[in-house]
């Protein structure tokens, strides 16, 4: 396993982090205790959550799990959903649900600290200054010790950079964003402010929902269970130009003797800025494929042909983000 500084950071994490979304969900929890097992013994020291994923079950599983062996790892998790329909101020990024998203995400944890604590998404209802004072805080407090953004536009962590260093505020030091080969926006804007401000990135979807795997094949349909078969408005991603630039990375995997999962992931760890990728998967099998993946060389060539191969799938909306407003203005502060 490869270790990377983590941003401005001092905190050193493993290149591959543990997506915990399917614990006790896809996964049971003996399953769950399988994947955290091997993951920790092929040395990943970095898992990801939160507190939306099974409506805060994920945690208490991932709690439970970690006994005795919490101080080995980094956890991350995140808060911004609404945790109880129908009753107010419990989503976004107000002070008042973020104080109580800490202790709710605390105490399912069984931990006495968050590692990297993160804002899903934005909150255009909500002043940014009100979140990062509260997240500054919570720093201070220690209850958490880093913070982060989830699904952000880079001019939207340029505002939270600016207002940080303008109140002398803790800055925010990572962002977990989409990105594969099907799936390259980030390039564009992202991936270029990350390096310019240190911001380490965390890459989630990195096999861009099993597209990059021999799951679907052209001409059939999506395999019954798979992602696509419930998500039928993804299935227009899955046409002829797709799968003609797949056989084309087959054929690269094919060189290098491994699996196309393992070349979308030796990809993304070959790209300048990208600090960590976020392994998932509904079966403990699909982790244990990725796990030597940090020994996987992709000379230049390789990796531009890739890149040409891909082309097409550069310049899309950015995934999984529909709110471009930002956080809201607080015009009483200077």
């Not at 200054?129 to 997240?135: F, G, K, M, V, Y």
């Not at 260093?165 to 926006?185: A, G, K, Q, T």
């Amino acid at each position: 396993m490869d270790y990377v500084r983590f941003g401005s950071s001092g905190l050193e994490v493993s290149r591959l982090c543990l997506g915990c979304m399917d614990f006790a969900e896809r996964l049971d929890e003996k399953q769950s205790a399988r994947v955290l097992d091997a993951a920790l013994e092929a040395g990943v020291n970095f898992l990801d959550t939160a507190d939306a994923y099974g409506r805060g079950h994920n945690e208490e599983v991932l709690g439970r799990l970690l006994q005795g062996r919490r101080d080995n790892v980094v956890i991350a998790t995140k808060f911004w959903v609404k945790m109880e329909r129908g009753k107010r101020n419990r989503g976004g990024c107000s002070r008042i649900h973020i104080v109580r998203a800490v202790e709710d995400s605390l105490r399912r944890l069984q931990t006495d600290r968050i590692d990297l604590y993160m804002l899903h998404h934005p909150d255009p209802d909500t002043p940014a200054e009100e979140t990062l004072s509260t997240l500054d805080t919570l720093v201070r407090q220690g209850k958490v010790l880093y913070w982060g953004v989830s699904n952000h536009y880079a001019w939207q962590m340029a505002h939270y950079l600016g207002l940080c260093s303008l109140h002398n505020w803790e800055p925010m030091i990572s962002i977990e964003c989409r990105y594969n080969i099907f799936d390259r926006v980030i390039e564009n804007e992202t991936l270029h402010f990350c390096q310019r401000f240190d911001i380490a990135t965390m890459i989630y979807g990195p096999l861009d929902r099993g597209i990059l795997t021999a799951k679907y094949r052209r001409g059939e349909p999506a395999p019954e269970g798979s992602f696509l078969a419930k998500f039928k408005r993804g299935q227009a991603k899955l046409t002829d130009d797709l799968f003609d630039a797949r056989d084309g990375l087959q054929a690269i995997a094919d060189k290098h003797g491994i699996l196309l999962n393992q070349l979308a992931v030796a990809w993304l760890l070959a790209k300048p800025g990208v600090s960590s990728i976020i392994m998932g998967g509904s079966k403990p099998e699909h982790f244990e494929q990725l796990f030597g993946c940090c020994d996987i060389e992709l000379d230049a060539d390789d990796i531009a042909a890739i890149d040409r191969l891909s082309e097409a799938w550069r310049y899309r909306p950015y995934a999984n983000q529909a709110k471009v407003e930002g956080a809201r203005l607080a015009l009483n502060r200077w």
